[in-house]
Every structure is written in C-alpha cells, then in structure tokens.
C-alpha cells in the first residue's frame, strides 16, 4: 500500500500546524453542515450514502481550492526568487574566481641565520696519528622573536558583486602593514622573509616593500602565494619594513599570526565603510577587537586589536553579511501570500457558516483569484514601474475593488462588513509582516495573529447563539 500522499499530509501538519488544523476544521465544518442541512431525512440507504458523496465532495473542493490557488502563488514566488537574489554556491563560486575569495593575510615570517667558524677534523690515514683540525664556515639558525613592534592599517570597502541574479558581498582593500625587526643577538645575521599572500587571491596591485625606507622590488623573488627577501643584520639592529597593497576578496577579511610566539606592542585597525556597529560580525574562531567605533559618517566601523606580551594564534577580521538583494521586500511579501491565503480563505468559509450563509465555491473561487491578482501585480511590475510601496497598493486596490463587487450583494450588513474588514487585513496588514526580519518579533506577531483569529471565531459564535436564543426568549414572554 502507498503511504506516499500520507505521508506528505503528516509532513505538511507537522511543518503548518496552525493552518493545516484550520483546513482541516473548515473542511469538517462544510462537511458536517452539508450532511445535516439536506432536507432528505429519510433513513433509506442510497439518500444516505448520496447525502455522505455530496457532503464528501464540498469538503474535498475547499481543500483542493485552498491547495490549488496555494499552488499559484507558490510558482508565482519560485519565478520571482529564480530573477531576484537567488543565492546559489555555483554563482558564489563563480564570482569568487573572478573576483576573489575570502582574504587571509598571515604575519610576515623570519629566520634568521649567521655563520660561524667551527673546527672540522680532517680524516686521517693511520688511526693512531693525532687528530688535525681545519677552520670550517658553518651557517647556524639563530632562534628569536624579531617582531617587536606590529602596526596595521586596512581599509576595507564594500563592493558588491552580481552573479546570477544575485549580489554576493564583495570588498576592495588597501593594506598597510608595519613591521619593527630586530636582530637581538652578537651576531651578524642572515634574515630570510617570507610574507604570506592570501592563498588563490586573483589580483594585487600597487604591491610594495620597503626595509627601512628603501624600496626592494628589485630583490623579492616570487612563488604561489609567497614572497620572499633576504636582508642583512648587524647585532642588535632594528629595521621597519613597509608592506603595502591593494586587493579586493569576498565574504570575510581575516589577519593571522599562525606561529605561537610572545606578542609585543601590536596594533591592527580595520575600517569598514557602510558597515553600521550593530551589523559587525566576525568570522568563527576570530578574537573581538579592544573597540569597535563608528566612522565619522556613522555609516561603517573602525575595529580595532591591541596586543601587548600576548600569545595566541587565533585571527583577527570581519565576517560581511549579505547585502540586500534585488527585489528582497517584494519577495519577503511574497513568501507570505500563500500562508495568507489559505488563512483569508479558511476565515471566510467559517465566517460564512457562523453567520448562517451558504458557502458558494464559486465565490470562494474567485475571491482566492482576487487575492492573487496583489502579488501577481507586485512580482510583474514592481522592477519597473511602482517599485515596492507602488506595486503593493496598486494590487492591494485591484483585489479591494474585485472584493467589493463580489460581496457588495449580501443582504447582510455585519456579514459584508466582516468580509471587507477580513480581506482588508490579509491583503494590506498581514503581507507586510514578511519586512519583519527579527524573528522573536515575526514569531509574536504570528501568535498574536493565531490568538486574534481564535477570539474572532469565538466571537462570532457567541453572537450566532445570542441571536438563536432570542426568538426562543420572546416566544416565551408571548
């Protein structure tokens, strides 16, 4: 047996239990209202089983209606997100090899060597003839921790990259970084530099070195992500060496010092612009700055490490977060329809029964088509003509105007008024809970909702049973 479609209904209560249970009531609710409203009380066995197919069918046509215009909307909303900020690893792959990828500077490296004369022993012929020695120049690593001053200095500027309908969060950088190296030994020293270029970058340029103040283009020798110098020490010396370039990455901006050694006097500024306070973030396993403080404009940050007699190989940087994509607000609206719609549509049928008034499908039909003209409007012309606000009340006036000429013939006052007042809050009210990005405030206003919809129908059931008891009262009084 196929437990297939079973299935999905159990996934789809477990994922929507609000409207899956209010589906599923209005549903029973029709049923059992066709079942005792037929004027067929015979007890025979076919007008019995006629009475349980009809009723059968009007609950079957609500939820297929429900699902069905659901199921416009849905593809309305796949279309929408297919041209507007659709987020893939493929394009994000893609920009990053044509832009650049997350930016890792590590610390500049240094060995430093110096040689020595040491004493060889010559081999000899016969084992019992004394030992001769010969002076031997031998290049010996001499062990230090030569940084002894650190400042850093980024400006980092939001660049956003469109790929595949999408915009990724891209960055150009101008690095500045400034080394103070010391060789605090006797000796005359040999110090071989290794500065880390960020691995797969695909561009750097006005790439720069100085060792105190003379630039050394001429004496860098170059390999993947690396570059390399050797510079001369004399005991005790202290040299600034000066590296500077611009690039550009993605995603996150990241500076390490990956060897364990005692941090002196170390001082890293990063500035972002257009990136307010409340928005930084950092990457995982990064340490959080002294400080963090607005720019002057108040639009970015400046992030700020200080280090002194330290030791950590954790990193310091900026995770960006994604920039706002093409046409976001129209599609957090959107995503909303369908959960609105079948709301708007269960709140009808049973508004309809409780005040006594048979449910047409066709009304309900046409009604639930009404409602989809809104965001149908919104998905087609809000990259043109109105933008967001303009799409948005040009559909919600479409529906509302459709609406009036729907209802506009029941005799009843309250009902058209409860019609109006129900719609008027799904088409206008309730899509715009989709801009509420927090999600403790989306998920209160949900539950606000859910609790207003449960007093709403006890309401109207309590005023049914007041007006049922009323002709009983008076006819008791006569």
């Not at 709301?343 to 499908?361: C, E, K």
Request: net charge negative.
């Amino acid at each position: 047996m196929d437990f297939g479609l079973f299935n999905r209904i159990i996934d789809w209560v477990n994922v929507e239990p609000t409207i899956s249970l209010l589906m599923i009531i209005t549903a029973l609710v029709l049923f059992g209202t066709a079942l005792t409203q037929t004027q067929d009380h015979s007890g025979a066995f076919w007008p019995w089983l006629r009475r349980i197919i009809e009723a059968s069918i009007g609950a079957l046509m609500f939820l297929g209606l429900s699902w069905g215009f659901r199921s416009v909307l849905n593809t309305n909303n796949s279309n929408f997100n297919a041209t507007h900020g659709s987020l893939s690893s493929i394009s994000l792959q893609s920009a990053q090899s044509i832009w650049g990828r997350p930016h890792i500077q590590r610390e500049l490296g240094y060995a430093h060597y110096t040689e020595v004369t040491v004493q060889e022993e010559i081999p000899r012929e016969n084992p019992d003839d004394p030992p001769l020695y010969r002076d031997v120049i031998e290049r010996q690593f001499v062990p230090q921790n030569s940084v002894v001053r650190f400042r850093g200095t980024v400006d980092l500027q939001l660049s956003e990259r469109e790929k595949g309908y999408a915009l990724y969060n891209g960055y150009t950088i101008q690095m500045r970084l400034e080394y103070d190296v010391l060789n605090d030994s006797d000796f005359v020293t040999e110090a071989g530099f290794d500065f880390p270029l960020s691995p797969g970058q695909t561009l750097y340029e006005d790439f720069l070195i100085t060792v105190g103040g003379e630039d050394i283009s001429q004496q860098l020798r170059f390999s993947p992500d690396l570059v390399q110098w050797i510079s001369d020490f004399q005991p005790h010396q202290q040299r600034k060496i000066e590296i500077s370039y611009a690039s550009r990455g993605m995603e996150t901006f990241y500076y390490q010092i990956p060897s364990q050694r005692e941090i002196k006097d170390f001082v890293l500024t990063l500035t972002v612009d257009r990136l307010p306070v409340s928005l930084v973030n950092y990457p995982d396993g990064a340490l959080t700055p002294k400080s963090v403080e607005p720019t002057a404009d108040e639009r970015g940050s400046v992030l700020i490490w200080e280090l002194d007699k330290a030791i950590t190989v954790a990193g310091m940087g900026v995770a960006l977060p994604q920039p706002e994509q093409p046409g976001a607000e129209v599609l957090r609206v959107l995503l909303n329809s369908p959960y609105a719609l079948t709301l708007l549509v269960t709140m009808l049928a049973l508004t309809m029964l409780l005040r006594g008034q048979s449910v047409h499908f066709l009304t309900l039909a046409l009604l639930a088509g009404a409602y989809c003209v809104q965001f149908l409007i919104m998905a087609a012309v809000s990259d043109y003509a109105f933008g967001f606000w303009g799409s948005l009340i040009v559909g919600a006036v479409v529906t509302g105007t459709l609406t009036y000429f729907l209802f506009r013939g029941y005799t009843s006052r309250l009902l058209r008024i409860l019609m109006f007042g129900l719609v008027a809050f799904f088409t206008i009210v309730y899509p715009l809970s989709g801009l509420l990005i927090d999600t403790s405030i989306r998920n209160a206003f949900d539950n606000l909702v859910q609790v207003g919809m449960i007093v709403y129908l006890f309401g109207l059931a309590l005023i049914a049973q007041l007006e049922r008891s009323k002709p009983v009262e008076q006819s008791k009084i006569a």
